[in-house]
């Protein structure tokens, strides 16, 4: 059977790898990590490597979009879920994993798939021939990437993706952090909380205002941030109360020592099985590492604490899709490739984990002769198809996670908090139907 080339050893690409391989169909997968080659943001070779947070975000189907994907995609045979329930740790009502348990067993199930040809080599253009998916993700590498906008005629749009420092466990101070998850969902323990109160909260916001930040090279002047990937130190620049209202909101948190909940709130949330590494949620940032210690260290409760990674920033990359893509996914000036991931403007893992799912089916169905309609734009996988591929706005296309807002409405009068349990109920039937057609 005809071998389809998938370029990208990330959460797209390797979600595609696996299920063509399941499909009967052999792959051969370009990574250029192990080859040679590196990226800004990448700290090994694994495949799927998670580089910014260790969450795939709320696992609640029935009243989160993000969640319904999640229960779609394991309805679908995905690997990325099967390794990320494998290698889950505490988050709450969030599926939050040990980075490195999961990227092993990814990395593990693809290279010993029979079908599956795993190749450390940098690819520098487009095929001109055969099928191919291109999953290189944000950080495609030059030569690639001028090949794609060759091929597409218009330079891909760029934005800046802000990593969050990581701490180790023993270096927090338990004596003024304590364990509780908002309104105690979850085990009640899954979130270390630090409370700060109005003067040191304005005291932070100031030295966020103040730090030394990294400086942009020229080519990066003019290229925005996503929303949901927003540096802290952008964030606060907003407003003085921007951030009691986003990473920092103490809403659901009882300050054990007061009874009451803090003028605002740093959470840190598990990274590994083990426990010994923890994330500051929301503290992604392009302050430099030295003011990062510096300021980190003044929050209550990691006063003495000790950083196993540290704040970055790396550039992001993705094409116009809503104009490029077909349906299914094709680049319509060569329909032999498909996109996949990031790299299409969907945003974050699960997301790009689903477009390398969807872009393998097609593939698969393709290759057999029997084209695959695509899913229901009522269930989770197909409003984010609809989106990527021609529902977004291509004059002022953006990335965007999944969300409620992009399925269609529902019928009749509803109630609000009815909504999203019944447009959840909704998907479950819709992708039943459509998985039994297919």
């Not at 020229?218 to 540096?231: A, D, I, S, V």
């Amino acid at each position: 059977m005809t071998k389809v080339h998938i370029i990208g050893g990330g959460l797209a690409g390797s979600e595609a790898a696996w299920q063509l391989a399941q499909a009967g169909v052999p792959v051969h997968l370009s990574e250029q990590r192990g080859g040679g080659y590196g990226t800004p943001a990448h700290h090994g070779d694994g495949l799927a490597e998670l580089v910014c947070s260790n969450s795939f975000r709320s696992d609640n189907p029935e009243n989160n979009a993000v969640g319904l994907l999640h229960a779609e995609m394991r309805a679908m045979g995905s690997l990325i879920f099967a390794a990320a329930d494998a290698h889950r740790v505490p988050a709450g009502s969030a599926l939050a994993v040990d980075r490195d348990g999961f990227s092993a067993a990814v990395t593990h199930a693809l290279h010993e798939h029979p079908l599956i040809e795993v190749r450390r080599e940098r690819v520098e253009a487009l095929p001109a021939g055969g099928p191919t998916i291109v999953a290189t993700g944000p950080l495609t590498a030059e030569p690639l990437a001028s090949s794609i906008a060759s091929a597409t005629g218009a330079d891909a749009l760029a934005f800046f993706d802000a990593i969050a420092p990581i701490v180790h466990r023993d270096s927090i101070d338990m004596d003024v952090a304590w364990f509780q998850s908002r309104w105690n969902k979850g085990e009640g323990k899954d979130y270390i909380n630090c409370a700060l109160d109005r003067e040191r909260y304005v005291a932070f916001r100031q030295g966020l205002l103040d730090g030394e930040k990294t400086e942009f090279k020229q080519w990066e002047t003019n290229t925005p941030y996503f929303e949901g990937c927003m540096p802290i130190e952008v964030m606060a620049a907003r407003g003085e109360d921007t951030l009691r209202y986003g990473p920092m909101k103490p809403v659901g948190l009882d300050d054990p020592r007061t009874g009451r909940w803090p003028y605002a709130v740093v959470q840190l949330r598990q990274d590994n099985a083990l426990g010994t590494l923890w994330n500051i949620v929301g503290f992604q940032t392009k302050l430099k590492h030295a003011e990062q210690v510096q300021l980190f260290r003044t929050i209550p409760g990691l006063e003495g604490a000790e950083f196993a990674r540290l704040g970055g920033l790396h550039r992001n990359t993705f094409i116009n899709a809503p104009r490029l893509l077909d349906g299914t996914l094709r680049l319509r000036s060569m329909p032999h490739v498909r996109f996949a991931g990031q790299i299409t403007g969907c945003e974050g893992y699960v997301e790009s984990s689903a477009v390398g799912l969807l872009a393998a089916r097609f593939a698969a169905a393709e290759l057999a002769a029997r084209p695959l309609p695509v899913p229901p734009q009522t269930t989770a996988l197909g409003a984010l198809l609809g989106h990527v591929t021609g529902g977004a706005n291509a004059a002022d296309y953006q990335p965007m996670n999944i969300n409620f807002g992009l399925f269609p409405p529902l019928e009749g009068r509803t109630k609000k908090a009815e909504r999203k349990p019944l447009m959840a109920a909704r998907a479950r039937k819709a992708l039943g139907e459509w998985l039994r057609a297919a």
